[in-house]
């Protein structure tokens, strides 16, 4: 009958048919079991969608992350080789006998 011709043409039709216009067409014609196939289909597309983007965002901070650090460490490395030990090792002992007891 027309209950399951809804339910062929929301199956059918999956990309072409919002999802709020299925669930108005259904509520008001009482076919809110016709159409829960298709709103279980759409939901779980979507909760996809919405953990692949959380997925990628994730790893976009982690390689943010590591590109910091990466950088941090480069700059660690130049004072060390612009500056040697013995130069900045003086100055700290220096700064450390200075304070008052």
């Keep these: 009958g027309k209950k399951e ?3 062929s043409c929301l199956f059918i039709c999956y990309d072409l048919i919002r999802a709020d216009v299925a669930l108005e067409l259904a509520w008001t014609n009482n076919m809110l079991d016709f159409a829960f196939p298709y709103l279980l ?3 779980r597309e979507y909760t996809n969608k919405v953990d692949d983007l959380v997925k990628d965002r994730i790893e976009s901070q982690k390689e943010e992350k590591a590109k910091e650090n990466e ?3 480069l700059v660690a490395q130049q004072v060390i080789l612009k500056f040697p030990p013995s130069v900045w090792l003086n100055d700290l ?3 450390i006998l200075k304070q008052p007891s």
Excluded: D, V
């Design 93 to 95: 002992l220096l700064f």
């Design 71 to 73: 950088e941090k460490e």
């Design 5 to 7: 011709c809804f339910a």
């Design 41 to 43: 289909q759409f939901i």
